[in-house]
């Protein structure tokens, strides 16, 4: 094994580090974040040991797995030292030292005095050899150098680690899981997490592999002191390869610029799978590019021969090569990334054997009319649905169920592949191309639909292409809508409307569609086509890169446009506190014109909780949904969903909203990526917004609209003060207010009010100007500040003298009305006290009088 070394640093290098010394007060007041969690999966009916890694995991009391069925127990919570805490001791030890040796202290201050070259060197090696002469300090140093080592290895965003212990029942359900942690700050991010029924092998993680390595004796020298050993630049003799028996999933880390190695045995004439989850456990990633783990699947033979390779399978990151066996013997999987990086958070699963896997099914959906049929006979919906992959005992299976979001196939138990569908629709209608595939369905003989239609298709060879006729009226609208990316298919598809003559009347490709967090390229057709006459019309359909496999499926949407939306609400997770304010950004898309407002409402709210802002504007894309709890309420978790309707002419529309985290890929992406659930967290007061309890914000009480002078500013009374302030207070427009500025935010001890100071930027917003603002209240934790509050959208005017005039007399009544002492003063002025007493010129009352 080859080390490399790399310098230590310096015993005064105190004024360098002294900024790290101290974890930001703030720290303890910020949600977890959960960055991985490995392994990624667990074997159902086994109690298994996972690791997860994040931040701001302090007091970390409960974790919680979706789904039911499984039960976990927090064992251990690991929080390294920072280098900082290194340089603390080391100038603790120095000082002690010198404190006891009264005769270095004076050899120090003679050699800092001195020209003599190499003098103070001298005497600092001196001070450093002699504490760590001193076996107490060798430990203590020893101590926190080892611990320092496990955040050495990992970067900060993953430094901490929880460890859990999980009992999987029996008879839990298979597939997709999501983890949460919650700390006295609240709950964390959600991360996926799979329950399968083969077995688990799982290699040392990174941490493991840390704890063992600052044990042996080659990683330290001289006084029992660090070296700092670059582990990313061990280079190992041969590598370390993992023998496994298979089937199982295989569980690992891409750690310290390595390739990772599986020995399997196999025999002639198997066909092995072997199918990737990393992109799919952590979709994005937010400081790497571009943006996930990028993984690299090699299968070799004995004598490395290689049999099979594989990077990208279709559009999908993750890896997956299926391969038969040519002769009995022993076999080896490596992974690796595309590009050789390596990070504590790539975290891969692979489900390794020879067993059943689904890659494709068609159709992507149900059959709408039947299952209308069915629920009107009182029966359940159903949908037949042909398997395409590898080692399947059969190529078609019927469901059941009411609820067709997505399906989670099981090989022999082991959760195979998740593969959303799509149920909603106005009919159904083969294409001839698959019915009786060379007998229709061509340029020559169209397959004719009656309009509204919904087709499922696929373009089963490489340049083939589906043909679809259907009758248009001249100036009616119609809407011709390809869904396959979003349904996670391999087609890439493209349109082509040509009329009766034959000319091309419109073309699509490529139609962006944002709510669909997890798709990357948006490679689905849209088209909305107004005809100048009426006719036939043909429409065909095809893969833009002229590729065609069963894997290619699409339905096919044609009739008018409809006005609709979606709703995606983030956090999935929300945290909360008793008598504070939270937002849940609800985003809007918006389709075919639909500009109506969006009311929206929280199922499953506790009592005593108030809604603000709980509606999304006219033609407006997103709404900050304000929740406010309320001021005695006991801790606790619970499941809540957020409705939208929207009054579409003599229709109703309600749409769920979609409880989403918003990721960052490769440093500038953003991502609404779909959870299970959507949770709240009520959370007791921590110590940090104690400090702030003495400001009660009542956004109820602000006059509206608000009144900002053409010149000048306006403090907007926005709340109240308990108690004396103690704090700093400052305030920032939680969405971009153009034509605002803040000029402070403080509190006035007397009249015990909280004001906001606004003005107009006259370059941005003329007067007699309308809009809103929302505001964020934060508090000072040592250099940086922390939301404490937010107040609901409010309305403003730029107003005039006269507005400005109403605006401070109805300002004025309700401050009366809060403030004691406005009230004090005006129970005085009733009693006919309102005259304060005389004072003398030290600011005494005179002495009575004999």
Partial sequence: MKLFLREGFGIFAAACFAAL??????????????????????????????????????????????????????????????????????????????????????????????????????????IREGCMAIPENVRSFREASESYYLRYVSSEPMAETVEIELDVSGDAKLGERDIKILTPAGLSNSMKFHIGSLPEFSKKSLREAARERVKQPQYWSGHNLKTWRDTNFIVPDAPEIFDVEIPAFVNGQIVEAKTDFYRFKAKKGQKIVAAVWAQSLIPYISDAVPGWFQTVLILRDEKGSEIAYNDDFGHRPDSLIVAEIPADGNYVLEIRDAIYRSREDFVYRILLGEVPFVKSVFPLGFNVANASKNASEGKEPEGAFEMHGVNLDRKSVVLKGGKFGSLEFFADGCFSKNIPLSGRGMGTAMSLSETSAGKGGTAENPQRLKLPALVDGRITKAGGADYYEFYLSEGEKVEMEIFARRLDSLLDSALELRDSSGKIAATADDFEDLSCGLVTHHADSRLVFEPKESGQYSLRVFDARGEGSPSHSYRLKIGRPSPDFKLRAEPANINIRPGEIVSVRVAAFRKNGMDEPIELAVEGLPEGFKVYNNEIGRGEDFAHLMLASPDKISPRIRNIKIAGRAKVGARTLKRMAVPCQDMMQAFYYMHLVPCSEMSLSVNAPSGFAR?????????????????????????????????????????????????????????????????????????????????????????????????????????????????????????????????????????????GRAKPAEKNSEGLKPAPKK
């Fill in 691 to 831: 400090g702030y309890s003495h400001l009660r914000f009542m956004p109820e009480k602000i006059v509206r609209p608000v009144c900002i002078p053409e010149s000048g500013s306006v403090r907007v009374a926005v709340g109240q003060m308990k108690g004396q302030a103690n704090k700093p207070l400052a305030a920032a427009f939680l969405e971009n207010a153009d034509g605002l500025k803040i000029v402070r935010a403080y509190t006035d001890g007397p009249n015990r009010m909280v004001y906001v100071e606004l003005e107009r930027d006259a370059s941005k917003i003329k007067p007699g100007a309308k809009g809103k603002f929302s505001l964020a209240f934060r508090g000072r934790a040592n250099r940086d500040f922390i939301d404490i509050c937010k107040i609901p959208p409010v309305d403003f005017v730029i107003a005039s003298k006269e507005q400005m005039n109403d605006f401070n007399r109805r300002q004025w009544a309700w401050v009366s009305e809060v403030s004691p002492k406005v009230r004090a003063q005006k129970k005085a002025a009733e009693a």
């Fill in 21 to 126: 010394s101290a974890a930001p007060a703030f720290a303890q007041n910020r949600p977890p974040n959960i960055a991985y969690v490995y392994p990624g999966g667990a074997q159902r009916g086994v109690k298994t040991k996972i690791l997860v890694g994040g931040k701001d995991f302090k007091d970390a009391s409960a974790a919680f797995v979706s789904g039911g069925g499984v039960s976990a127990k927090i064992t251990r919570i690991t929080i390294p030292e920072d280098k900082g805490k290194l340089v603390s001791l080391r100038n603790q030890f120095e000082k002690k030292y010198i404190e006891d040796n009264p005769e270095i202290g004076e050899e120090l201050k003679k050699a800092s005095e001195s020209d003599v070259p190499g003098a103070l060197w001298k005497v600092r090696k001196k």
